[in-house]
């Protein structure tokens, strides 16, 4: 079986994907293939839980009222998963679990989104996810604020 084959099956399959071991682009492209909605979720600048989930919100473009706890993660992934075809793909880019503000919420999303793969197995649907874990966040310049998770710059 082909390394192509292999991600496919996973990504049919659902669950956790290891992102240290694909590439973000082919993961992507084969959830498409497989008729998966395909979101990038960019945690990058999430300094904490609550950027995490507005990185999925913005993301996934939840109405504003999403509740900013997991609870409302849960409710809003599986009505997600719902409302696709086939289900759907998330790729976590950039979480910064090994960070030890995130080190426990990153676990609680990560076990959230393994909730949903049952979900979506149980409702006929896949869900399957990648979390690329990019370590703890370096430390502020001295005088220099941090970017703030609006982007600042960006023309969002």
């Known amino acids: 079986m082909t390394q192509a084959q292999v991600l496919q099956r996973k990504i049919q399959k659902g669950g956790l994907l290891d992102a240290?071991?694909?590439?973000?682009?082919?993961?992507?492209?084969?959830?498409?293939?497989?008729?998966?909605?395909?979101?990038?979720?960019d945690c990058d600048r999430a300094r904490s839980r609550s950027a995490v989930l507005?990185?999925?919100v913005k993301a996934?473009?939840?109405?504003?009222?999403?509740g900013g706890d997991l609870d409302a993660l849960y409710d809003c992934l599986c009505d997600t998963v719902l409302d696709q075809k086939t289900g759907l793909f998330l790729w976590f880019h950039n979480l910064h679990s090994g960070d030890p503000v995130l080190a426990d919420d990153a676990?609680?999303?990560?076990?959230?989104?393994?909730?949903?793969?049952?979900?979506?197995?149980?409702?006929?649907r896949r869900f399957a996810f990648a979390v690329e874990h990019a370590g703890k966040h370096p430390d502020p310049e001295p005088g220099v604020a941090p970017t703030p998770y609006s982007g600042g710059n960006d023309n969002d």
Not at 20 to 41: N, T
Not at 107 to 124: G, L, P, R, T, Y
Request: glycine residues 2%; aromatic residues 10%.
């Open 20 to 41: 240290s071991q694909v590439r973000q682009e082919d993961a992507l492209q084969h959830a498409k293939a497989l008729g998966l909605a395909v979101y990038v979720v």
């Open 54 to 56: 507005r990185a999925v």
């Open 60 to 66: 996934i473009d939840y109405p504003e009222f999403f």
């Open 107 to 124: 676990a609680a999303i990560i076990s959230v989104c393994d909730d949903v793969v049952e979900f979506a197995k149980n409702n006929a």
